[in-house]
C-alpha cells in the first residue's frame, strides 16, 4: 500500500492533486502575480510520469512552511514555494527495497532539505515524512491525493497544518 501511494505522494510533494486541491497560498497562488510560480493544474494520474500530487512540509517549528507538487510516477521532480515567497525545486524517488521515498530540494535562497517518507495514512492515503534542513531544523511532510483531509478539510472547515503551536488554515 505505501509503494503505491508514495510514489504520486512524493510527486505532490509540492502540489494538489484534484482540481478541488490546486496549489493556493494566500497571496502566493499560481494565479497571482506576486507568486513567481506558474505552476500548471495537478493532476493524479496513477502510473503516469505526469502524474502529480500536492506536497505539504513544515519547516521548523516557527511557521514556515512549504506548498507545491511533487510530479512523476516512482521518481520525479518537486516544486513549489515556502511561505516567505521563496521558491523552492527538487527531486523524489521511490525505494522500493524498503518501501519507502526520498526528496530533496533546494531554495532560491540556498536553503536545503532532505526527508524520507515512511508511513501512510490509511484513510486518506497520505505519505507522511521526517527530514532536515541545511539550517538543521527539522521537517514534516505529508502528501497524498487526499493530503487536505488528512489535515481535517471538509464541507465545512479548512484544513489546518501543524507549523506552529498555533495551525495554519490551508487550502
Not at 496549489?23 to 494565479?31: E, F, I, K, Q, T
Not at 505539504?56 to 512523476?72: E, H, K, P
Amino acid at each position: 500500500m505505501i509503494r503505491s501511494v508514495l510514489p504520486v505522494a512524493l510527486s505532490g510533494l509540492f502540489a494538489s492533486l484534484a482540481i478541488a486541491e490546486n496549489l493556493h497560498v494566500p497571496g502566493l497562488s499560481p494565479d497571482n502575480s506576486d507568486s513567481g510560480l506558474n505552476l500548471p493544474p495537478c493532476i493524479l494520474n496513477s502510473g503516469s510520469q505526469d502524474s502529480c500530487a500536492r506536497t505539504l512540509a513544515c519547516i521548523g517549528s516557527n511557521g514556515l512552511w512549504f506548498d507545491g507538487q511533487a510530479r512523476g510516477w516512482n521518481s520525479g521532480t518537486l516544486v513549489g514555494i515556502r511561505s516567505d515567497g521563496v521558491p523552492c525545486a527538487g527531486t523524489w524517488a521511490y525505494g522500493s527495497l524498503i518501501g519507502s521515498a526520498s526528496a530533496k530540494f533546494e531554495c532560491k535562497d540556498g536553503l536545503s532539505a532532505r526527508a524520507i517518507y515512511y508511513a501512510q495514512d490509511d484513510e486518506t492515503g497520505t505519505g507522511i515524512a521526517r527530514g532536515i534542513d541545511s539550517k538543521g531544523r527539522f521537517i514534516r511532510a505529508w502528501t497524498g491525493k487526499n493530503v487536505l483531509q488528512f489535515f481535517g478539510q471538509s464541507d465545512v472547515e479548512r484544513a489546518k497544518l501543524p507549523c506552529t503551536e498555533d495551525v495554519i488554515p490551508i487550502s
